[in-house]
């Protein structure tokens, strides 16, 4: 494994989804998103050198109780055992496996640009409104999620695929110095197996090679079979890491 590798992508994964608050305590980063998803609302390790998290564990829960949420912990397996034997004796429950992705695009060739997809640097309304569709997000997760894209700090590509005027699949690229970090990849479920998520990845690989990333990454639930067949057919072969939610108990 290149760990090197592996822990730049970490950190371009987390500009590229920011949380709406943060807090640094010792090596790990606390991200506080308003509770709609766990990524941005959990405490997540800085640097490969962490061996412990126990002495910290009652500072992180009081800060996410003052946030009316639960100490969550996202632990990824580029840490050694010890961290995730100190949560099993406190009682923290295991959720949510994901795997890092990663693919070279130094050789990508650029595609033929096509009218039915479209890349603008900021969601407007059109595009927020589709995906809150097509995910069946309700009011306040939509209102959560168009907040935390504002928050994006990097140049991005909001990406849109249309079949009759309409929206009917989503996606992003950040540009994180030499790395597109690939999030929201959304297609309509009544057409999925149609190669249109396909087709917007390879609009999105292509645009980011031109913009001058040399490699690509994304993070997907480990049982979304249909994604990962999508992914691994695009060129995405390299795992470079797992990572999954520890969940306080409940007081």
Partial sequence: MDHALAWQVEQACHNAWPSLRCALIGDWLLRFGDGVSRRINSANPLHPGITTIAPQLDAFDRLYRAQALPLIVRLVSLLPPQVERELD????????????????LTRERLADATPDVTVAPRADAEWLAAIARLQAQSPSHAS??????????????????????????????????????????????????????????????????????????????????????????????????RYHFRRAPTK
């Fill in 89 to 104: 004796t406190r009682g923290f429950t295991a959720e949510g496996e994901a795997c890092t992705l990663y693919r070279n």
């Fill in 144 to 241: 959560v999620y168009a907040r935390v894209v504002d928050a994006i700090p990097l140049p991005t590509g909001f990406f849109a695929l249309r079949q009759d005027g309409r929206i009917v699949a989503t996606a992003c690229g950040v540009l994180h110095g030499d790395l597109v970090v690939i999030e929201s990849v959304v297609v309509d479920e009544a057409l999925r197996g149609h190669g249109l998520g396909r087709h917007l990845m390879t609009a999105l690989l292509a645009w980011a090679s031109a913009q001058g990333a040399t490699g690509a990454c994304l993070q997907v639930v480990v049982d979304n079979s249909a994604g990962r067949a999508l992914y691994a057919g695009l060129g995405f072969d390299q795992e470079l890491y």
